[in-house]
């Protein structure tokens, strides 16, 4: 019995480590593979993959750089719109609606179910709702009144970087307002009493409080939505154009990363192929940057506060 | 003596002054503002799925084939039949490995592997689930040159895997501690006090898990674009094209024929009643009271 009772423990861990090391295998897998299958794109182009910004399947040209610029430009259009909407709906639920717990939690399942909308239907939506009505009362308007700024010049046609940048906004909130509500019902009430002691009204409380105290947490919420803002896929590729374009008009028809490959992988083979599957390992090596640096910086914040409670 | 305290007391109130009294309303009405901002879209998105999608549902609808364009009676039977075969196969792959690594994380948290693990997983939870597609297409597609339902199902478990594994570990940390020790003090040992009182006591949280990686990989589209592809037909055996609802709602919202584009919007309301449907099932009843269960993390 005695050598029993060991073995059935050593057989189970045996099989959960194995579990748990086929995540890290799977990690490192992906790395290499996306290595392998990009090899003869990244031998033919080298460094210059990166920052040449012809992409010309016809001739055999490809360069990265209008997708790195439409990623990065759509992403800070979400981050800019969504970042504060999320941090509105955080601060509503966690501080104002802190004595009616039923009401925030509703609200926070609404906000969540967003969340579980597929980026398909996103895509649908933006298509034959957001660009009719983004192109007719948004775009055209500024492009009559403040054309000649070259942000809101060009042909407002609704298929551009706007449009994708306010899709991927609606797309973040729920990852970032959900991860700053988090935030915000870990910091001890103690902070709050404290202020309030002192003769503060709400808002001094939240701002001088809550927010400093959360603060890296709060980073860590933004970090998250702007992985998600570039990893998206779907949704964009639907609604920015898809032709690769680097051009300081927000109404100028782009393409992302991930848009790229999702629209022209089909009709790919040899060293397009292989230029697309480098765009997927610099998608690889950016999310695994910004979803390392989101987890460390969240980990520190909800250990912190383990150790204090 | 007591006058000075009672003079300090009544000058306290005065001290808020006018800006701060306004500054504070203003930015309670910019939070309502943000919230209204976020609720907005949501109420349009479905609204706007269910009134344009209702017209193009009907049973031929559910149970037919797709036709050519503007030729009636096209169906996406073979989409919801392959929907559900690839998230099968991918629920076979990753529920087993995501709740033993679970287990992992949570019975063996102080191990080197485990946090290695767990830190690998919640990086890989936040990955674009394109970037999937592309690794199984490099070592399935390539290799064999056949698009399949079998890779479109490998694809669906990466994305699942990290998403059962990380909510497996949080609920089952949640398992108080004082349950192991009873069982143990009892004789019965770990492997059994792990898969019977840990498991069963967190087999809610498990099952909440499992059900959300299985909602968030129906509406994953872009993994199958590049795996499984498409087929307007019922694929014979699970080594061909096989069609399903997201790649479906993409071409067809993409095409210029009017009546492709509203049974796009026809399959986009059967996609996100099956989505719905599972989310409120987790939300209502089982997952209240579990926390750090959120689809999106």
């Known amino acids: 019995l005695r050598f029993r009772l060991p073995r059935g423990d050593t057989i189970l861990k045996i099989l959960l480590a194995a579990a748990a090391l086929f995540i890290i295998g799977l990690v490192i897998g992906l790395a290499v593979e996306l290595y392998l299958g990009s090899a003869s794109s990244i031998f033919k182009f080298g460094p210059s993959f990166l920052v040449g910004s012809k992409w010309q399947p016809t001739n055999n040209v490809f360069n990265a750089l209008p997708f790195i610029y439409g990623t990065l430009l759509t992403s800070a259009i979400a981050i800019v719109i969504g970042f504060p909407i999320s941090l509105g709906i955080a601060i509503f639920i966690s501080e104002k609606l802190k004595s009616h717990q039923t009401f925030g939690y509703l609200l926070g399942t609404i906000v969540d179910l967003l969340a579980a909308v597929p980026s398909v239907i996103y895509g649908l939506w933006g298509v034959f709702v957001l660009i009719p009505l983004l192109r007719d009362y948004v775009e055209k308007p500024l492009h009559n009144s403040l054309g000649f700024i070259s942000l809101f010049s060009g042909h407002p046609f609704g298929y551009d970087f706007l449009t994708a940048g306010v899709i991927l906004a609606i797309m973040i909130i729920p990852t970032m307002s959900a991860v700053s509500r988090d935030v915000l019902s870990v910091v001890p009430n103690s902070q709050r009493e404290a202020m309030y002691s002192l003769g503060a009204t709400d808002w001094e409380v939240t701002q001088k409080s809550v927010l400093p105290y959360a603060k890296s947490g709060l980073f860590g919420a933004f970090i998250l939505g702007l992985g998600r803002a570039f990893g998206e896929t779907m949704a964009v590729t639907m609604v920015i154009g898809n032709i690769p374009t680097i051009s300081s008009s927000l109404f100028s028809p782009g393409a992302t990363l991930s848009s790229i490959i999702a629209n022209e992988f089909s009709e790919s083979s040899g060293i397009f192929q292989s230029a697309l599957i480098e765009i997927g390992l610099i998608l690889f090596f950016v999310a695994l940057l910004i979803n390392g640096l989101a987890r460390l910086l969240l980990w520190r914040m909800t250990r912190g506060t383990q150790v204090k409670a | ?297």
């Open chain 2, 1 to 297: 003596l007591r006058g000075v305290v009672v003079t300090t007391k009544s000058n306290l109130p005065t001290s808020i002054s006018l800006w701060r009294k306004i500054v504070n309303k203003l930015m309670t009405i910019l939070v309502i503002i943000a919230v209204v901002l976020a609720v907005i879209p949501l109420l349009l998105i479905l609204g706007d799925v269910f009134v344009r999608g209702a017209p193009a549902i009907s049973i031929g609808f559910l149970t037919h084939l797709p036709t050519a364009p503007n030729v009636p009676g096209g169906g996406i039977a073979n989409a919801i039949v392959g929907t559900f075969t690839m998230v099968g196969i991918a629920a076979l792959i990753s529920v087993p490995i995501g709740v033993g690594a679970g287990i992992f994380f949570s019975e063996w948290a102080t191990s080197k592997i485990s946090t290695v693990s767990s830190f690998m997983n919640d990086v890989l939870t936040g990955f674009p689930s394109i970037v999937l597609g592309l690794f199984v297409f490099v070592i399935i597609i390539l290799p064999t040159k056949q698009f399949s339902a079998f890779a479109g199902g490998i694809a669906l478990s990466f994305v699942m895997l990290p998403i059962i594994a990380r909510t497996t570990g949080e609920s089952l940390k949640l398992v108080p501690m004082t349950l192991r020790e009873a069982s143990m003090a009892l004789g019965i040992p770990r492997w059994k006090t792990v898969l019977r009182i840990v498991i069963g006591t967190g087999k809610n949280g498990l099952l909440t898990g499992i059900l959300l990686a299985v909602a968030r990989a129906t509406g994953e589209t872009a993994p199958i674009l590049l795996t499984a592809s498409t087929s307007i037909y019922f694929a014979k055996s699970i080594f061909q094209p096989t069609a399903s609802l997201t790649v479906f709602i993409y071409n067809y919202a993409t095409s210029p024929y009017a009546s492709w584009q509203t049974q796009a919007w026809g399959a986009a309301l059967v996609l996100i009643l099956i989505m719905l449907g599972l989310n409120l099932l987790v939300k209502l009843t089982i997952g209240r009271n579990l926390t750090g269960t959120r689809l999106e993390l």
